[in-house]
Nanobody, 119 residues
Framework: QVQLVESGGGLVQAGGSLRLSCTAS????????MGWFRQAPGKEREFVAA????????HYPDSVKGRFTISRDNAKNTVYLQMNSLKPEDTAIYYC????????????WGQGTQVTVSS
């Protein structure tokens, strides 16, 4: 079992930056693909970023590409999401998730951290 805890959310003005962290306990993250998702009020959960187990491969939707960067430090069992040039539409609860190599979907989820971008 993996417990994921996100941190780093908060209130920021449009154009600002935040860095989210996701720290795991109970299992090493080094053999898990990691992802970030977000959910705004009244909207469905949205994929934000993913990173491969080694960190060599990353994926982003067009809505955040060029502004968000996912990274990982397996030695610290932590995954990061650097968010730059934030927009009010980035306001959401951000969730960290982990996927086992044998799974077709994400197996473990954090409790989320609120990000609010003011205009």
């Amino acid at each position: 079992q993996v417990q994921l805890v996100e941190s780093g959310g908060g209130l920021v003005q449009a154009g600002g930056s935040l860095r989210l962290s996701c720290t795991a306990s109970g299992r090493t993250l080094s053999n898990l693909q990691m992802g970030w998702f977000r959910q705004a009020p009244g909207k469905e959960r949205e994929f934000v970023a993913a990173i491969s187990r080694s960190g060599a491969s990353t994926h982003y939707p067009d809505s955040v590409k060029g502004r968000f960067t996912i990274s990982r430090d397996n030695a610290k069992n932590t995954v990061y999401l650097q968010m730059n040039s934030l927009k009010p539409e980035d306001t959401a609860i951000y969730y960290c998730a982990a996927q086992r190599a044998t799974s077709a979907s994400y197996d473990y989820w954090g409790q989320g951290t609120q990000v609010t971008v003011s205009s």
